[in-house]
Each structure stands twice: as C-alpha cells, then as structure tokens.
C-alpha cells in the first residue's frame, strides 16, 4: 500500500489582497457573490438561482485532501477590505498542465482584482505546471483582458456548457507556455 499525499495550499501574496486556501467561514460570502445571476453566468458550474447548500459542498470539495482542483480566496482583510473579494484556481488536467479559474464579486469588478490575482497565481506557479490553460466566454471580453494582462496567448474558439444559462457558449482558450 502506498500513502497518500495531501497538498496543502500555501498563501500566495498579491499587492492588494493575499490569495489563501478556501475555509469553512467563506460559505457565506461565497453564496452571496454567486447568487448573483451575472457571476453565475460567467462561469460553466455555478447554477442559477444557487440551491442551499451549493456554497458549503463547494468548500467541503475545495477543501478536501483528495482534489484535481486548489481553489484560493483574494482576501483583503488586512488591506482593510472584504475578506472574500474573489476566487482563483488551478485545476490539475495533464502532465505538468493546469487550468486557471477565476471570478470576483460583483461589487469588485472593474477594480483589477482579477489581473492581480492571475498574475500572482502565474507568478507563484504553486502546480509547477509547464503549461497553463484558460477559458473565457466570448460575451465576457474583460476576462479575455485579465488573461492576455497575464502572458497568456489566444490559442483558439471552442464552446462549453454553462449551468446558469443552460446552454452551450462559445470560448476563446488561452494559453501560458511557463518554461
């Protein structure tokens, strides 16, 4: 038999906010930004009007030892600012690949949270990943700019499956070769 390992998620410090692993108290928040109709449709999983207990299974899996997903929190809060702004991941999908995620709350866009956060996740490369992958919805060109802001290069057109809006959605994929 052979243990398991556990990853533990290091903090990853940005300008404005630290990018920390999600705990149990960011539920609530976490509900409250993506009950948003406007977030959820921004993403492929979040589903419209959010069910009970939709924010608690996702900490309970973003938070578990055995993940393919780390999810970090920009929490502000010694900056003096909310303690959950956003969230950014890194999703393990091949050899040495990764595939980041990222939104932030309503209230936070247009504020260059997103860019910062991206920018220290890619800086820090806690995956060790030769290679990153992201996807954006093509009526969402202001995450298309985070990536692009962040080294990424367009790679091509795609469609995907958001829950929110039931329905499939062109994509532009991006990609960051980090060696």
Known sequence: MRPETIVR?????????????????????????????RLAEGTRAIPHPLPPGAAEGFVSRATADKRDTDVWV???????????LGLVSLTRIDRDQSEVGFWVAPGMWNTGFASEAVNALVAANPHAA??????VFQDSPGQARVLTNAG?????????????????VLTWTYVRRMV
């Open 74 to 84: 920009m929490d502000g809060s010694a900056q003096g600012q909310a303690e959950v």
């Open 9 to 37: 998620q290091a903090d990853i410090p940005a300008d404005r906010f630290t990018l920390r692993p999600v705990r149990a108290s960011d539920a609530g928040l976490i509900a409250l930004y993506t009950s948003d109709k």
């Open 152 to 168: 990424f290069d367009y790679l091509g057109d795609a469609e995907a499956f958001s829950v929110a809006r039931n329905a499939r």
């Open 130 to 135: 030769r290679t990153l992958f992201a996807e």
